[in-house]
Each structure stands twice: as structure tokens, then as C-alpha cells.
């Protein structure tokens, strides 16, 4: 069965703590890896498209990385407004996208 | 260039009631994604329009049902509501051959 897998499920860092999101999956055929971001009561906001392993995609603070069975989030130093839902999903052979249920990031001042 | 657009912003209804959602792509997209997400979790696919046709569905109900009309925009109905639809509804866009959805502000049902 496709999966997809966010861990930790809540984060608290302080300001300029770097870490590590990280989400794992299980898909048959495999088009893409996204990430986005969500702020509380709204839509989720594109961050990063990833299709093959191998491939890291970077803006700002972020850094997403992609191998055959996980993708990691970096996050460099982050800011208070950092502090939002990151969302990961996948793009199956079937046109199917399948989401993880998230991880909680808060950035402390 | 306008985004992803989604009308209305909130909506309350009660059991057994029908509703309407509306959306509207982001200029350049010809397909279409809806999407339920409750509170506290990740989006879960609803079904998929791409040339006024569903291309492809998550595992709802046929209560759930969409439409795709000439200019690209979309309606998701759901009828015989229950308690357990009341959820933020985002509807998301994409070009054709391209992965990458854009997202809409969201619906927000709430199901008396």
C-alpha cells in the first residue's frame, strides 16, 4: 500500500537551531516528491518538487534532499517565522497524491 | 497573476443537507485536485479532473462528486452530509505533464 511517513510529528527549536524534517514512503512508481508549508486555518504553500534520487533543491533556510526512500527538509538557522506545519507528499504512477499528516515546527525567539 | 481561488471561504450546513464548492485554477492550469483535510491532519485526496473528466480518486464515498467545466474551473458537491465531513476542503492546481500543485486558500465546512 502507498504511504508516506513525517517524523518527528512536532519540533520546537530555538532560533538558529538548525535540524532535520524527515519523510519516508512507500509508493509504486513514484513521479514526485513535494514539499509545502502550511500556516494555521490555510492553504498549503509550494515549496519544493523533487523527482529522482539524488536531486536537492534549496531556497532561503531550506534544503530538500531525496533518495530512493526518504526525503529530508533542512533547516538552517532557523527564524521565529519559520514556525509552521511542513507537509510532505508524493505523485504516484496512478496520478494518486498521497500526504503525510505533517510535522509542527515552532521556531523560538 | 491569480492564484488558486476557492469560493466560498466558510460554509455551515447540517446533516443530510447537499454542498457546493467552487474553484477556480491558477492561470495557465488545466488540472484540477480536490482534497479534505481535518483538523490536525495531512490533505487526503478526493478525486482528480483533467479534460472535464475524473482521472483518478482517493477512496471517498460516491457522495463525493466534481465537475470540470470548459475554462478549467471546478465544483466538488457533497451530498447527505455527515458530522464527520466537517473539515477544510483546499482544491489544487497543476499544468498538464507537470507534477507540482499549487493550492488554493481552502473551504471551511462545518457539518451541524
Known amino acids: 500500500e502507498d504511504q508516506v511517513t513525517q517524523s518527528p510529528e512536532a519540533l520546537r527549536l530555538q532560533e538558529g537551531e538548525s535540524s532535520s524534517l524527515n519523510c519516508s514512503y512507500t509508493v509504486s512508481g513514484l513521479r514526485g516528491l513535494f514539499w509545502y508549508r502550511q500556516d494555521p486555518g490555510k492553504g498549503p504553500e509550494f515549496l519544493f518538487t523533487?523527482?529522482?534520487a539524488g536531486e536537492e533543491k534549496e531556497k532561503e533556510r531550506l534544503k530538500a534532499t531525496l533518495t530512493k526512500k526518504e526525503s529530508f527538509l533542512h533547516i538552517t538557522a532557523p527564524k521565529p517565522e519559520d514556525s509552521a506545519t511542513y507537509l510532505c507528499?508524493?505523485?504516484?504512477?496512478?496520478?494518486?497524491?498521497?500526504f503525510g499528516t505533517g510535522t509542527r515546527l515552532k521556531v523560538l525567539a | 497573476d491569480a492564484g488558486v481561488t476557492q469560493s466560498p471561504t466558510h460554509l455551515i450546513k447540517t446533516r443530510g443537507q447537499q454542498v457546493t464548492l467552487r474553484c477556480s485554477p491558477k492561470s495557465g492550469h488545466d488540472t484540477v485536485s480536490w482534497y479534505q483535510q481535518a483538523l490536525g491532519q495531512g490533505p487526503q485526496f478526493i478525486f482528480q479532473y483533467y479534460e472535464e473528466e475524473e482521472r483518478q480518486r482517493g477512496n471517498f464515498p460516491d457522495r463525493f462528486s466534481g465537475h470540470q467545466f470548459p475554462n478549467y474551473s471546478s465544483e466538488l458537491n457533497v451530498n447527505a452530509l455527515l458530522l464527520g465531513d466537517s473539515a477544510l476542503y483546499l482544491c489544487?492546481?497543476?499544468?498538464?505533464?507537470?507534477?507540482?500543485?499549487?493550492f488554493g486558500p481552502g473551504t471551511r465546512l462545518l457539518v451541524l
Open positions: 489544487a492546481s497543476s499544468q498538464t505533464m507537470e507534477e507540482t500543485q499549487y
Open positions: 507528499a508524493v505523485s504516484t504512477g496512478t496520478y494518486k497524491y498521497i
Open positions: 523533487l523527482y529522482s
